[in-house]
């Protein structure tokens, strides 16, 4: 249990959907990121929100929109997505924007785009 | 933006020492090292972090050279518990912007 909790831990969604993901933590921390992992793929960085601003959004198509209520919920929606969009979606929280800040990561939702 | 290289696999007996090494030739003055440890089903998991020189902590030691343009993760007499893939991350924070790059990720099988 790392204090950052996701769901659905699994999503199946066909390609004229709207679904949302969800991201909660437990920690207190100010920076929240949205992450993709493919298959042999290193991780990608999507997005990253600090104090509920995005301050990060690594060229990520108009497909997939962030949303931060607050510091502890990161929501991730999904629309009109592409079977290549299948992979697992991490969420992760640190105390605040530094590179030496550790990152605490949820279980992921695996999602699947058919 | 810095790259960064490891080795897709590793095998290792229990209870022998493994360690393994990332390459970032191109690491910027204000980036840090740090590795990560992900099981199946689960996100990545931090062991350990440096700027340079060594560090250690109760699960691992890591090894950056003064040139920084490696480090090595040390993971002493590992366990079948220890069979995960490892992650190199390079990242920094500055002028607005979140410079990172995870490597693609080594997978440690550990044999009995």
């Known amino acids: 249990e790392t204090g950052v909790t996701q769901t659905p831990r699994h999503l199946v969604m066909g390609m004229t959907n709207k679904k949302s993901l969800k991201c909660e933590q437990h920690l207190g921390h100010n920076a929240m990121y949205w992450y993709k992992q493919s298959a042999k793929k290193p991780l990608e960085l999507m997005f990253v929100y600090s104090l509920e601003e995005r301050v990060e959004n690594n060229s990520v198509p108009s497909r997939f929109s962030p949303e931060c209520p607050n510091s502890s919920h990161l929501f991730l929606h999904l629309h009109t997505l592409q079977p290549e969009d299948s992979a697992l979606y991490l969420c992760a929280s640190s105390p605040g924007l530094a590179g030496n800040n550790e990152q605490f990561f949820g279980p992921g939702t695996r999602l699947t785009v058919l | 933006l810095a790259k960064t290289t490891q080795p897709i696999s590793m095998d290792s007996y229990e209870g022998q020492e493994v360690n393994i090494t990332c390459s970032h030739n191109?690491?910027?003055?204000?980036?840090?090292i740090t590795w990560y440890q992900q099981f199946p089903s689960q996100g990545p998991r931090f062991i350990i972090q440096g700027y340079k020189t060594k560090v250690t902590n109760e699960v691992a030691s890591l090894f950056i050279p003064a040139d920084r343009k490696s480090s090595t993760l040390s993971l002493p007499r590992v366990s079948l518990s220890d069979t995960a893939v490892y992650y190199c991350l390079v990242a920094s924070w500055g002028a607005g912007s979140y410079q990172l790059t995870f490597g693609k990720g080594t997978k440690l099988s550990v044999i009995p």
């Open positions: 191109n690491i910027a003055t204000n980036d840090y």
